[in-house]
């Protein structure tokens, strides 16, 4: 078998791994789903937009600017997986009624596997454009380091199992970076208006994409002959793919442009009202991005080449080396000052990251020093077997029943029907435990975090873990003070209680310290008795989650 061969027999291999991996559980969480008991905060958005489009009858993802209108993301994902529904939603419509469960509504749970295809489909094709890109930027064996660091690392195979545009992007920068890796390397003006043009549609389907620009213009800066036509040209092509992927934006204009306000302001001036401080515990933003997207979203072997090929981008500073720095760097720098401190906002670092730790994992096993030579290789070899298993620990979360609905089953067989359940809050998208219980005739009651509406015939106590983090309408002391009277052994006890752990071999690896969205297939939800006698005041009980919203936001209700 020759070399060329050979390279091409690893890469299949390579690319089968992650195949496997991002497929692996993709239909996690749709048991019994509807758009209320969704198992992701975001999957209600291709739910809804598949709908419009449907009955609008055009692609138009604000047909009403009053009620039906999304632009916080680019349109770009959302035309993609709504061609793969098409394809898929009548293969789907074959299988029996019930096979996502009796109380699945088929229309949510069509339009997120075709949703989620899409992404496991697109995180997949990324890895062996970050092949080409390594071989571009520093040889075939650097090409097939950095494809199996791509292929391996958590972060991207998690996105992968949700439809929202992440993994979407993720190709799209990995295409951008090819075509300017490529446009260095030959010199060619042509790869470099290509990669204005993927660009565009990268910013087309997340607007922060536009960062994209900054090694747009090192690319042009590096190259011997910079004539200011083929930036000119390249520039243009930036704007071309964002409007052919978004043609609605000056369609309806003012409805994009208010949204563009709303998405600033959340993240700037209202991240105080927003988020209430809730990334405060993650540390200095310089830290951020080790410790949480690279420390979680890759483990910490690959967290320590990537920082490795970090460094010797910087010593080395060859043309390669600062094109994918002049994106490391800005995106790098927003990421960690971002207000939102979500995982998922750093996967565009992944392709350049993995780049140039495939480039400097290849320089150090080939290094004539033999000494570090075998440091290396052992290194390498070490991070891959670590790696597989931090993966397949945290795959296997996918492949475990939904909390949600294990928590729902046991109150189904050890609770009397029409007894009440008392929540710590509304629901609010995230948080969305409620809906599961009441559609089976449970009463919900809402606490407002206040241990004294516990009351009446009120016996159980249902909280999610992400109430601790999200409660927009509530202080942090009064979830403080309430989380602290149900820990009183005296008058509650623990009933049940699903946490999962993601494990693999005999080895647990932690996440419960992770960022809220590394943790969505690990909610941590626990049933509370209440012991003693039964305090003579009324609890706030409703026929259902409506009526409780009616009730206690009767302006939200109403709007």
Same mark, same amino acid.
């Given at each position: 078998?020759?070399?060329?061969?050979?390279?091409?027999?690893?890469?299949?291999?390579?690319?089968?791994?992650?195949?496997?991996?991002?497929?692996?559980?993709?239909?996690?969480?749709?048991?019994?789903?509807?758009?209320?008991?969704?198992?992701?905060?975001?999957?209600?958005?291709?739910?809804?937009?598949?709908?419009?489009?449907? $009955?609008?009858?055009?692609?138009?993802?604000?047909?009403?600017?009053?009620?039906?209108?999304?632009?916080?993301?680019? !349109?770009?994902?959302?035309?993609?997986?709504?061609?793969?529904?098409?394809?898929?939603?009548?293969?789907?419509?074959?299988? @029996?009624? +019930?096979?996502?469960?009796?109380?699945?509504?088929?229309?949510?749970?069509?339009?997120?596997?075709?949703?989620?295809?899409?992404?496991?489909?697109?995180?997949?094709?990324?890895?062996?454009?970050?092949?080409?890109? =390594?071989?571009?930027?520093?040889?075939?064996?650097?090409?097939?380091?950095?494809?199996?660091?791509?292929?391996?690392?958590?972060?991207?195979?998690?996105?992968?199992?949700?439809?929202? @545009?992440?993994?979407?992007?993720?190709?799209?920068?990995?295409?951008?970076?090819?075509?300017?890796?490529?446009?260095?390397?030959?010199?060619?003006?042509? *790869?470099?208006?290509?990669?204005?043009?993927?660009?565009?549609?990268?910013?087309?389907?997340?607007?922060?994409?536009?960062?994209?620009?900054?090694?747009?213009?090192?690319?042009?800066?590096?190259?011997?002959?910079?004539?200011?036509? *083929?930036?000119?040209?390249?520039?243009?092509?930036?704007?071309?793919? /964002?409007?052919? #992927?978004? @043609?609605?934006?000056?369609?309806?204009?003012?409805?994009?442009?208010?949204?563009?306000?709303?998405?600033?302001?959340?993240?700037?001036?209202?991240?105080?009202?927003?988020?209430?401080?809730? %990334?405060?515990?993650?540390?200095?933003?310089?830290?951020?991005?080790?410790? /949480?997207?690279?420390?979680?979203?890759? =483990?910490?072997?690959?967290?320590?080449? #990537?920082?490795?090929?970090?460094?010797?981008?910087?010593?080395?500073?060859?043309?390669?080396?600062?094109?994918?720095?002049?994106?490391?760097?800005?995106?790098?720098?927003?990421?960690?000052?971002?207000?939102?401190? %979500?995982?998922?906002? #750093?996967?565009?670092?992944?392709?350049?990251?993995?780049?140039?730790?495939?480039?400097?994992?290849?320089?150090?096993?080939?290094?004539?020093?033999?000494?570090?030579?075998?440091?290396?290789?052992?290194?390498?070899?070490?991070?891959?077997?670590?790696?597989?298993?931090?993966?397949?620990?945290?795959?296997?979360?996918? !492949?475990?029943?939904?909390?949600?609905?294990?928590?729902? +089953? *046991?109150?189904?067989?050890?609770?009397?029907?029409?007894?009440?359940?008392?929540?710590?809050?509304?629901?609010?998208?995230?948080?969305?435990?409620?809906?599961?219980?009441?559609?089976?005739?449970?009463?919900?009651?809402?606490? $407002?975090?206040?241990?004294?509406?516990?009351?009446? #015939?009120?016996?159980?106590?249902?909280?999610?873990? /992400?109430?601790?983090?999200?409660?927009?309408?509530?202080?942090? !002391?009064?979830? $403080?003070?309430?989380?602290?009277?149900?820990?009183?052994?005296?008058?509650? &006890?623990?009933?049940? &209680?699903?946490?999962?752990?993601?494990?693999?071999?005999?080895?647990?690896?932690?996440? +419960?310290?992770?960022?809220? +969205?590394?943790?969505?297939?690990?909610?941590?939800?626990?049933?509370?008795?209440?012991?003693?006698?039964? @305090?003579?005041?009324?609890?706030?009980?409703?026929?259902?989650?409506?009526?409780?919203?009616?009730?206690? /936001?009767?302006?939200?209700?109403?709007?």
């Amino acid at each position: 078998m020759n070399r060329r061969r050979r390279h091409y027999v690893a890469l299949m291999a390579i690319v089968a791994f992650a195949a496997a991996f991002r497929f692996w559980g993709l239909a996690w969480g749709l048991h019994d789903a509807s758009i209320s008991r969704r198992p992701h905060p975001d999957e209600w958005v291709v739910y809804w937009l598949f709908k419009w489009f449907g $009955q609008s009858g055009t692609l138009d993802p604000c047909p009403q600017s009053a009620s039906r209108c999304f632009f916080d993301w680019g !349109s770009m994902y959302i035309y993609g997986a709504y061609a793969v529904h098409a394809v898929v939603d009548p293969v789907l419509s074959l299988l @029996p009624s +019930d096979v996502f469960g009796a109380r699945a509504d088929p229309e949510f749970v069509h339009s997120v596997v075709a949703g989620r295809i899409t992404s496991a489909v697109a995180s997949t094709l990324a890895v062996p454009v970050i092949y080409a890109s =390594g071989r571009t930027a520093f040889g075939s064996e650097s090409g097939l380091a950095a494809a199996a660091v791509l292929a391996a690392s958590a972060l991207p195979i998690q996105l992968a199992h949700f439809a929202t @545009p992440d993994s979407t992007v993720l190709l799209l920068v990995s295409l951008v970076l090819l075509a300017l890796l490529r446009a260095a390397k030959m010199q060619s003006g042509k *790869w470099l208006v290509l990669g204005g043009l993927l660009a565009g549609l990268a910013v087309g389907t997340e607007y922060h994409m536009a960062l994209l620009l900054c090694p747009l213009l090192a690319t042009w800066a590096s190259m011997t002959d910079r004539r200011r036509r *083929w930036l000119v040209v390249a520039s243009g092509c930036v704007v071309a793919g /964002y409007l052919v #992927s978004n @043609p609605y934006v000056i369609v309806d204009s003012p409805s994009f442009a208010a949204a563009m306000r709303h998405t600033v302001l959340i993240h700037t001036v209202d991240s105080t009202a927003q988020y209430q401080g809730r %990334f405060n515990a993650y540390g200095p933003d310089w830290l951020y991005v080790v410790r /949480y997207p690279l420390g979680y979203g890759v =483990g910490i072997c690959f967290t320590i080449w #990537s920082l490795l090929g970090l460094a010797w981008a910087v010593a080395s500073r060859d043309r390669s080396q600062l094109i994918l720095l002049a994106w490391i760097v800005p995106y790098g720098l927003v990421v960690s000052l971002s207000a939102a401190k %979500f995982m998922r906002y #750093s996967l565009p670092l992944m392709p350049a990251l993995a780049i140039l730790a495939g480039g400097v994992a290849w320089s150090l096993v080939t290094t004539r020093h033999r000494p570090l030579r075998s440091l290396a290789a052992a290194a390498a070899l070490v991070a891959i077997l670590y790696t597989v298993v931090y993966d397949s620990a945290y795959a296997s979360l996918f !492949s475990r029943p939904e909390s949600r609905l294990v928590v729902t +089953d *046991w109150v189904q067989h050890n609770v009397a029907t029409r007894s009440l359940l008392a929540y710590e809050q509304l629901p609010n998208g995230l948080i969305n435990l409620p809906y599961f219980t009441s559609s089976l005739g449970y009463p919900p009651c809402f606490t $407002q975090f206040r241990a004294n509406w516990i009351a009446g #015939s009120v016996r159980y106590v249902l909280t999610d873990g /992400y109430d601790v983090e999200e409660h927009p309408r509530f202080s942090a !002391s009064s979830v $403080q003070r309430f989380r602290a009277s149900l820990a009183n052994p005296q008058r509650f &006890r623990v009933a049940e &209680r699903v946490h999962y752990e993601p494990a693999f071999l005999g080895l647990t690896f932690s996440i +419960d310290a992770s960022p809220h +969205d590394w943790r969505y297939p690990d909610r941590d939800i626990t049933v509370f008795r209440r012991l003693g006698p039964t @305090p003579p005041r009324v609890a706030h009980c409703y026929r259902s989650v409506s009526a409780a919203v009616a009730a206690l /936001y009767p302006h939200a209700a109403n709007g």
